[in-house]
Nanobody
Framework: QVQLAESGGGLVQPGGSLRLSCTVS???????????LRWYRQAPGKQRELVAS???????NYADSVKGRFTISKDNAKKTVLLQMDSLKPEDTAVYYC?????????WGQGTQVTVSS
């Protein structure tokens, strides 16, 4: 069983920055060497979309809409995955979710609201 807990959302003006954090309850070997961790977001009335992912070897992938503005990273010792969001736009407004998939199940956090508005 894996538990994910996001934090760090809030209200920010366009052009501002936020950093989201997701703490993962998994053994440290799996976290560091096996798991691929993802950030998704879901805006009102829209489907949930993949924002960024990071896997073993720190290999990262980003949605085209956030490339150059968002950075995903992880701290293996703290079993935490971070999403640094810079140059935020109103269209980044959404609930952001942390996700991972194991052989047994798909796991989601409870989500954290990000609102970009002046």
């Amino acid at each position: 069983q894996v538990q994910l807990a996001e934090s760090g959302g809030g209200l920010v003006q366009p052009g501002g920055s936020l950093r989201l954090s997701c703490t993962v309850s998994a053994n440290i070997f799996s976290f560091a060497n096996v798991m691929r961790l993802r950030w998704y977001r879901q805006a009102p009335g829209k489907q949930r979309e993949l924002v960024a992912s990071i896997g073993p070897g720190q290999i990262t992938n980003y949605a085209d809409s956030v490339k150059g503005r968002f950075t995903i990273s992880k701290d293996n010792a703290k079993k935490t995955v971070l999403l640094q969001m810079d140059s935020l736009k109103p269209e980044d407004t959404a609930v952001y979710y942390c996700n991972t998939i194991t052989a047994q199940n798909t796991y989601w956090g409870q989500g954290t609201q990000v609102t970009v508005s002046s």
